[in-house]
């Protein structure tokens, strides 16, 4: 099999090839006898990896987690492929995979591939989310990988007859170390190629896998820290990468999704006669408030959709109220659940006492996900079983809570994750997905269910909303004594997860859970040494709890850049205020403090700060600059703050236009410490994308809304970041692995999300410096920015 | 339902389909094209773009019967025995997608831009790509490649 790393479809196809694509998209899932024929007859290299793998036609057992052969198989022709529970969303986690496990088996990184996310033939760690991917499943990789070595190893010692430390290994051949010239060693492949290993693992989970072979100390790792190409890039660039919305399966219908046109409103007729003429219609599907059409082709579902006469009872109450009001209902609100507040010192009592006192509040709505593509799936339920093909990021999640959903076996399901658009956390709760399982188990024939453009900006799950209150005060000396943290989030029922019964159509056809999930407030991560610091958070809940569209779900470090943007902005204020220079300002604050936790954070945010200013050129002075005259003024911010054991800091140059009131964010620097990097290229673009991710919300996202329904339904009404807003330049320092960057163990950190955090306040800081206007309420849109400057 | 003849990348498909179905369906549908892909259906995103007489155009807002007998080219109708199209070239060289579900109308909106203006300054890239999005965000490596092809095709 070719150098890859992608879904199981991609890959089968690429071992079957462009002759046998039909073949292999439509008849090989479908019939498991008929494929082993067909596959005999190709005879294409790397089948075999796959005629280890339960039968296609179902039922389908999960892939034994303890078993070395459910991770990685080795071919005569010396080449691996590795199966791993995970989905790349674009960042090429897949390729990174490829670097690690090769290096652990000591394999030509050239000779292997990697199959994701499948799960009927990858073991089940669970998608991807939280960029865990690296930081927790890379390590049960490398040691599988390391596990599969060691067993080569000692066949290795069985053939020549000496001791495995007589033995030594370069991409997958094992010779002896004393060997003369003539001895061209045994490859992995001749050792094991197509048979099974049969070695049993030790483990609790999947992140607790391993064997008996110790890992490797990162400096004999080869492929770690070099840049392959990503793997998944050639076929998005040429046009050959199939993806869950290319899928096609013989007898498939088309459906479309009818919603409320007001939100919370009850289904009370449906006048099906008027559809019955559309040409292909096949069905209109309605249980509860739910309602589908099914048709033969797509542009009839879609028409079905349009035409067909639904008559809903509005709500006796309004769901919400105005976005424009949000702030004020929030502030004004009861919360259902607060939090245990952190505290050091006295708060109160050293606000009272101080000679600067400081308070702001910061106002951040519901960002929808806003994926680039809505949400889709098709669901097969050919030979009794049911096959999803989905863009799931979490397509485990999803085969369990179709089967609770649909009551089921969860071996009658599987789901196939294949390439989609991303979302950054939308496809956790994966809406398409249950609603095609739903149609196809109700039609029993294969459904592709696609979401509409207004559909999915309007009903997607949102980032939850913050109305934060701080409070912060000073010594005579300019040195922080208090800071006193207050956050709302408008967080109930965060439905963040493939749940049988938070999914939207759980929550439309009246299968949903009693109690809605409580939600949560977070706190900001910093490692600033303040004597007297209190944290609280509560959740304030909108009137309406289910089957509305501002659902709250996990947006991208999901509550990191509404806190970090409070925080991060008010050290600010506070920076401003004791007329210090913003860096200077924080470094003292780092440096204030005294021991270290485990990961060495605070050294490593001290590192990354020095390492920004220094790529920046920053000089020290206090903000904001000189009175501006101009019509264009240039301003520049910092801000930081830390994702698990990732810490990123970010700093920004902006242009702000005080006629129009754009703002340009013209020149970013981030440095970034995740550890041990394992593909620098790919690391800096998924930075890249991240930083300008958190861009877009600073100065676009908003999910609005009035009281009975979505405002944001498009691309014209949601509007986000675009070419004309490309900075000028980007630039990612990656500090990483101090204090000791050359350790052995230097572990792999999550990275992507971190970035996302400090952006916002970044931004809001440079606007600040740039004009003496502080914005608190995001996004800093014209007509915000410029009613803020005549303010 | 009617025969439409549809010239798509040097090869000729009849198809029987609704006049007004948009284009889109009928390339990914009826005729296995899936490089265009279905973003919005409003004109708003680009994710359908295909090339019609050297313009980029959003297949989901153009009627297949107003896209008859003319020569249509998709994303796979780019590259040429077997070798990358320039623009292709520069989007690998760039490693320019994250997830890439946009890609497709980003590179043949680049085409269609380099095509018309081929040494295009930085504010004509911002302005000829601006209508197309990405929610990944890789405007600026999309930047850097269409100056990258811009120069390898000069
Ligand atoms: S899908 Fe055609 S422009 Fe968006
Ligand atoms: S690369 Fe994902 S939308 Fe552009």
């Known amino acids: ?791 | 339902m009617a025969a439409i003849t549809l010239l798509v990348n040097g090869k000729r498909h009849t198809v029987e389909v609704e006049p007004s179905t948009p284009l889109l369906y009928v390339l990914r549908n009826d005729l296995d094209l899936t490089g265009p892909r279905f973003g919005c259906g409003l004109g708003q995103c680009g994710a359908c773009t295909v090339l019609i007489g050297g313009e980029a155009v959003r297949s989901c807002v153009r009627p297949v019967s107003q896209a008859a007998n003319v020569e249509i080219t998709t994303l796979e109708g780019l590259s040429k025995d077997g070798v990358l199209h320039p623009i292709q070239q520069a989007w690998l060289d760039e490693q320019v997608p994250a997830c890439g579900f946009c890609q497709n109308g980003q590179m043949l909106t680049a085409k269609a831009l380099l095509d018309k203006t081929p040494n295009p300054t930085d504010a004509q890239i911002r302005e000829g790509m601006r209508r197309t999005l990405c929610r990944c965000m890789t405007y600026y490596r999309i930047n850097a490649a269409v100056k990258l092809a811009a120069k390898r095709m000069a």
């Open chain 1, 1 to 791: 099999m070719a150098p890859h790393s992608g879904d199981v479809e991609n890959a089968r196809l690429r071992a079957f090839g462009a002759s046998a694509r039909r073949v292999a998209r439509r008849d090989f899932l479908r019939a498991s006898g008929l494929m082993v024929a067909s596959v005999a007859a190709i005879s294409v290299e790397g089948v075999e990896a796959f005629l280890q793998r339960p039968a296609a036609a179902g039922p389908y057992p999960d892939p034994d987690f303890l078993q070395l052969d459910s991770w990685i198989v080795i071919r005569p022709d010396n080449t691996a492929t590795f199966f791993v529970g995970k989905t790349d969303l674009g960042q090429g986690t897949g390729t990174a995979f490829r670097q690690i496990m090769a290096d652990e088996l000591d394999i030509d990184f050239a000779k292997t591939s990697c199959v994701m996310g499948s799960t009927d033939v990858t073991v089940d760690q669970g998608g991807s989310g939280g960029s865990d991917a690296l930081q927790t499943d890379g390590y049960p990789m490398r040691r599988v990988a390391a596990e599969a070595r060691r067993v080569l190893l000692e066949m290795a010692s069985t053939h020549f007859g000496v001791p495995v430390t007589a033995l030594a290994v370069s991409d997958g051949v094992v010779s002896t170390k004393t060997g003369d010239s003539a001895d061209r060693g045994i490859t992995y492949g001749e050792l094991i190629g197509g048979k099974k290993f049969n070695v049993t693992l030790t483990g609790k989970n999947t992140d607790t896998t391993t064997g008996r072979a110790p890992l490797k100390a990162v400096q004999e790792m080869k492929n770690v820290g070099k840049s392959p190409r990503r793997d998944d890039i050639p076929a998005k660039v040429d046009g050959t990468q199939r993806w869950a919305v290319d899928m096609k399966v013989p007898g498939m219908l088309h459906a479309r999704n009818v919603r409320p046109p007001m939100v919370g409103a009850t289904l009370k007729a449906i006048d099906e006669s008027s559809v019955k003429a559309v040409p292909g219609f096949v069905k209109v599907v309605s249980k509860g408030n739910y309602v589908a059409v099914v048709c033969e082709r797509e542009e009839q579902a879609i028409r079905a959709a349009r035409e067909l006469k639904v008559e809903w009872t509005p709500p006796a109450t309004k769901p919400f109220p105005p976005s424009e009001d949000l702030f004020t209902y929030m502030r004004a609100t009861a919360p259902s659940s607060s939090s245990a507040p952190t505290v050091t010192g006295d708060v109160d009592t050293a606000i009272l006492g101080a000679a600067t006192t400081l308070q702001a509040q910061y106002d951040i709505p519901f960002q929808g996900h806003t994926a680039f593509g809505p949400a889709h799936a098709l669901a097969d339920p050919s030979n009794g079983q049911l096959t999803i093909y989905s863009n799931d990021m979490k397509s485990y999640g999803l085969r369990n809570g179709v089967a609770r959903f649909l009551n089921i076996p969860r071996e009658m399901v599987r789901v196939v994750w294949m390439q989609g658009p991303q979302a950054y956390g939308r496809t956790a709760a994966e809406d398409a997905g249950f609603e095609a399982a739903f149609l196809a188990h109700e039609l029993q024939r294969p459904v592709r269910l696609q979401w509409s453009r207004q559909e999915e900006t309007a009903w997607d799950t949102k980032g939850p909303a913050y109305a934060i209150s701080m409070r912060g005060a000073l010594d005579a000396q300019g040195q922080v004594v208090a800071l006193d943290f207050d956050a709302r989030a408008a967080d109930h029922n965060h439905v963040g997860y493939n749940e049988h019964d938070t999914v939207l159509i759980a929550q439309l056809t009246g299968q949903r859970k009693a109690e809605p999930a409580r939600g949560r407030a977070s706190f900001p991560s910093d490692k600033y040494a303040i004597p007297a610091r209190r944290l609280r958070g509560s959740v304030v809940p909108l009137p309406l709890a289910w089957e509305t569209p501002v659902r709250m779900g996990n947006l991208r470090d999901p509550d990191g850049p509404q806190v970090t943007f409070a925080s991060e902005s008010f050290i600010d204020e506070l920076a401003a205020a004791a007329k210090a220079d913003p860096v200077a300002f924080r470094l003292g604050l780092l440096e204030r403090g005294t021991g270290d936790d485990a990961g060495h954070k605070r050294v490593r945010s001290i590192a990354c700060l020095k390492a920004a200013a220094q790529k920046f050129g920053w000089t020290p002075r206090p903000a904001p600059g000189p009175v501006p005259t101009a019509d264009v003024v240039t301003g520049r911010g910092v801000a930081y703050s830390y994702r698990s054991e990732t810490v990123a800091v970010e700093m920004v140059e902006v242009e702000v236009n005080r006629r129009t009131g754009r703002v340009w964010v013209k020149r970013i620097v981030c440095a970034h410490d995740c550890g041990l990097v394992i593909n620098p290229e790919a690391l800096t673009r998924t930075l890249e994308g991240g930083l300008l991710h958190s861009v877009s919300r600073a100065l676009y996202e908003e999910a609005r809304f009035d009281d009975t329904k979505m405002l944001s339904v498009d691309w014209v009404s949601s509007p986000t970041l675009t070419h004309a807003d490309v900075p000028e330049s980007i630039e990612i320092v990656q500090v990483n692995g101090d204090p000791n960057p050359n350790r052995p163990d230097l572990p792999h950190y999550g990275a992507g999300e971190t970035v996302c955090k400090p952006m916002l306040a970044a931004v809001a800081n440079a606007v600040f410096d740039a004009t003496g206007v502080r914005m608190r309420r995001l996004p800093f849109t014209p007509a915000r920015v410029l009613a803020a400057l005549k303010a």
